[in-house]
């Protein structure tokens, strides 16, 4: 019944989910890698099979064998649908992921400005979590990033939602200093008004 219950939720067939967990299936199932059915679907951005989960009480927080969560897992995808599915489930924010970050990290990163402005106003996400990196999102969108519109649209939220620019990493290197040693300009431009 669980194995029903972990391929269902992996192919996103809610009827299926609601159908196994009808049947007694656990919605805290493991499979070999410690993924429960609700991050294989947040995984997969099943959105609909997700929700059935969440209303079945299932943890946003469980996490598998590299300490990805189905909340974590949000930041990853930049799915700001599933991380509303799973916002009633009320989800831990400081929950970390295996680097020691907080779902707007990758987020930030990755260039999902939808989710990085969803996450920052829907919920209190700590905006200048540093993770074992010694990096914010912030410092993250700046290092990692590519310099481009999306990028400096999610430098510009982080700054508007209060992250500190003055926040240095783990070789003592700011924001801006970054920004410059790389040539964004753009990026630059925003730090440097918020000095």
């Given at each position: 019944?669980?194995?029903?219950?972990?391929?269902?939720?992996?192919?996103?067939?809610?009827?299926?989910?609601?159908?196994?967990?009808?049947?007694?299936?656990?919605p805290?199932?493991?499979?070999?890698?410690?993924?429960?059915?609700l991050?294989?679907?947040?995984?997969?951005?099943?959105?609909?099979?997700?929700?059935?989960l969440?209303?079945?009480?299932?943890?946003?927080?469980a996490q598998d064998?590299?300490?990805?969560?189905?909340?974590?897992v949000?930041?990853v995808?930049?799915?700001?649908?599933?991380?509303?599915?799973l916002?009633?489930?009320?989800?831990d924010?400081?929950?970390?992921?295996?680097f020691?970050?907080?779902?707007?990290?990758?987020?930030?990163?990755?260039?999902?400005?939808?989710y990085?402005?969803?996450?920052?106003?829907?919920?209190d996400?700590d905006?200048?979590?540093?993770?074992?990196?010694?990096w914010?999102?912030l410092?993250?969108?700046v290092?990692?990033?590519d310099?481009?519109?999306?990028?400096?649209?999610?430098?510009?939220?982080?700054?508007?939602?209060?992250?500190?620019p003055?926040?240095p990493?783990?070789?003592?290197?700011?924001?801006?200093?970054?920004?410059?040693?790389?040539?964004?300009?753009?990026i630059?431009?925003l730090?440097?008004?918020?000095?």
């Amino acid at each position: 019944m669980n194995r029903n219950l972990l391929d269902a939720a992996a192919t996103g067939d809610a009827e299926a989910v609601r159908a196994a967990l009808g049947a007694g299936a656990d919605p805290e199932a493991r499979d070999a890698h410690r993924r429960t059915p609700l991050l294989l679907a947040a995984l997969h951005d099943h959105v609909a099979a997700a929700r059935v989960l969440v209303g079945a009480g299932a943890d946003p927080n469980a996490q598998d064998d590299r300490s990805d969560s189905a909340w974590l897992v949000t930041g990853v995808t930049g799915s700001v649908a599933m991380m509303r599915a799973l916002l009633p489930a009320h989800p831990d924010l400081k929950v970390t992921n295996r680097f020691g970050g907080i779902s707007v990290i990758p987020a930030a990163e990755r260039g999902h400005v939808d989710y990085v402005r969803a996450v920052l106003r829907e919920t209190d996400i700590d905006v200048d979590h540093v993770n074992r990196l010694g990096w914010t999102a912030l410092l993250e969108a700046v290092i990692l990033g590519d310099g481009g519109r999306a990028h400096q649209e999610i430098v510009e939220l982080l700054i508007t939602a209060g992250a500190d620019p003055g926040l240095p990493d783990a070789d003592g290197v700011i924001a801006l200093e970054h920004a410059e040693r790389r040539g964004f300009q753009e990026i630059a431009g925003l730090l440097r008004a918020v000095r």
